[in-house]
């Protein structure tokens, strides 16, 4: 019986996934650094490494490696526009790994990581003799294995398509609440979006949005200057207020506990999902709103809300996919349509359009 068990734990380590990792640092210092807090880890190997986005992409033609971590200032192009050119031709969940954040360029870094379509922005470890090392390995480890479930897709390059009208839909009363679930791409569309919505609209928006804690203030503010409506990022406890737009915090999760009100969850330690997570929010509206709900899932990578978004479709609420030709990624949008959780696919364009009918 003994002997058994062993062997079937034998068995199940050997046949666990290894996540490979490339590692793109051009300090060798750093780069050995890093190596070492990732090959530390029995569920991750470092596969090869690279000085250079030459040199990186060069190394995907013969490995595909299920994470990279990409530092910034490197020889030739940098660490965004090596992530751009990946994204479009052999898109791989990046980590941008790097020392160059402070308060002054927070902002700056912020947009650019993501219209690169970088996944999350981690400060470079300190060494091992600093009190912080333990901690700031924990969260490379956390973060690469995280990134690593992520599915995946070719970045759209957005063309200038035909302006489609807007579906008249016929609802009963007018909706309660308008769900929004995004993530890579997702601030210059929402920019757009909520930058189009006129003084009076009286519908409250809750938006979970994949960002990282630190990035998410910055994005609020700026929005918030942009748009008519009150903007806010949600705090525990807020009541949702008719024409506001509230945003989930970064790397928390974000759920109702009434129909009008916020509940900011902290992420454990040990939890391995997105933060915030668009499936546990829209299970939340789906128990508080149902049909009267508006669900939108708009770009980004994976199929987080999918499953939460077709409850909601079969409780009786609208749920719209943004369309694969105004995507930057046609990741989240795609799964919808894929197991027709959608009522509705529509171009950004139309999506304000509908809104504004509204």
């Given at each position: 019986?003994?002997?058994?068990?062993?062997?079937?734990?034998?068995y199940e380590m050997s046949n666990k996934k290894i996540i490979k990792v490339l590692v793109v640092e051009d300090s060798p210092v750093k780069k050995e650094l890093l190596v070492s807090i990732l090959n530390?880890?029995?569920?991750?190997?470092?596969?090869?490494?690279?000085?250079?986005?030459?040199?990186?992409?060069?190394?995907?033609?013969?490995?595909?490696?299920?994470?990279?971590?990409?530092?910034?200032?490197?020889?030739?192009?940098?660490?965004?526009?090596?992530?751009?050119?990946?994204?479009?031709?052999?898109?791989?969940?990046?980590?941008?790994?790097?020392?160059?954040?402070?308060?002054?360029?927070?902002?700056?870094?912020?947009?650019?990581?993501?219209?690169?379509?970088?996944?999350?922005?981690?400060?470079?470890?300190?060494?091992?003799?600093?009190?912080?090392?333990?901690?700031?390995?924990?969260?490379?480890?956390?973060?690469?294995?995280?990134?690593?479930?992520?599915?995946?897709?070719?970045?759209?390059?957005?063309?200038?398509?035909?302006?489609?009208?807007?579906?008249?839909?016929?609802?009963?009363?007018?909706?309660?609440?308008?769900?929004?679930?995004?993530?890579?791409?997702?601030?210059?569309?929402?920019?757009?979006?909520?930058?189009?919505?006129?003084?009076?609209?009286?519908?409250?928006?809750?938006?979970?949005?994949?960002?990282?804690?630190?990035?998410?203030?910055?994005?609020?503010?700026?929005?918030?200057?942009?748009?008519?409506?009150?903007?806010?990022?949600?705090?525990?406890?807020?009541?949702?207020?008719?024409?506001?737009?509230?945003?989930?915090?970064?790397?928390?999760?974000?759920?109702?506990?009434?129909?009008?009100?916020?509940?900011?969850?902290e992420v454990k330690s040990n939890y391995s999902g997105y933060a915030p997570s668009i499936n546990l929010f829209f299970k939340s509206v789906t128990k508080w709103h149902g049909k009267s709900a508006v669900?939108?899932?708009?770009?980004?990578?994976?199929?987080?809300?999918?499953?939460?978004?077709?409850?909601?479709?079969?409780?009786?609420?609208?749920?719209?996919?943004q369309s694969r030709e105004s995507c930057t990624v046609y990741g989240m949008p795609g799964e919808a349509v894929k197991v027709n959780a959608a009522t509705h696919i529509m171009s950004i364009d139309e999506?304000?359009?509908?809104?504004?009918?509204?």
């Amino acid at each position: 019986m003994c002997e058994n068990k062993f062997l079937k734990e034998d068995y199940e380590m050997s046949n666990k996934k290894i996540i490979k990792v490339l590692v793109v640092e051009d300090s060798p210092v750093k780069k050995e650094l890093l190596v070492s807090i990732l090959n530390s880890d029995q569920d991750i190997e470092v596969i090869g490494t690279a000085a250079d986005g030459n040199t990186a992409i060069a190394f995907l033609r013969k490995e595909q490696p299920d994470v990279i971590t990409m530092d910034i200032h490197m020889p030739g192009m940098n660490g965004f526009e090596t992530a751009n050119k990946i994204m479009e031709t052999n898109p791989i969940p990046i980590v941008i790994i790097s020392s160059l954040r402070n308060n002054e360029n927070r902002k700056d870094l912020s947009k650019a990581m993501l219209s690169a379509g970088a996944l999350y922005f981690l400060d470079s470890p300190h060494g091992p003799w600093h009190p912080d090392f333990a901690k700031g390995s924990q969260e490379i480890v956390k973060y690469v294995k995280l990134m690593s479930k992520i599915k995946t897709y070719k970045r759209v390059i957005l063309k200038n398509t035909p302006k489609q009208i807007a579906p008249k839909i016929a609802f009963k009363s007018k909706p309660s609440l308008i769900a929004i679930g995004v993530s890579t791409g997702g601030p210059l569309v929402l920019d757009k979006i909520l930058s189009a919505l006129p003084n009076g609209f009286t519908i409250p928006i809750v938006i979970a949005l994949h960002i990282g804690h630190g990035f998410d203030l910055m994005l609020t503010k700026n929005i918030e200057r942009k748009c008519k409506l009150p903007v806010h990022l949600a705090k525990d406890g807020d009541v949702i207020n008719s024409g506001h737009v509230y945003f989930a915090q970064g790397g928390k999760n974000i759920q109702l506990d009434r129909a009008s009100k916020i509940s900011i969850l902290e992420v454990k330690s040990n939890y391995s999902g997105y933060a915030p997570s668009i499936n546990l929010f829209f299970k939340s509206v789906t128990k508080w709103h149902g049909k009267s709900a508006v669900a939108i899932i708009l770009t980004g990578m994976g199929d987080d809300g999918v499953k939460e978004m077709k409850l909601l479709k079969e409780a009786g609420a609208v749920t719209i996919a943004q369309s694969r030709e105004s995507c930057t990624v046609y990741g989240m949008p795609g799964e919808a349509v894929k197991v027709n959780a959608a009522t509705h696919i529509m171009s950004i364009d139309e999506v304000i359009d509908f809104l504004v009918e509204l």
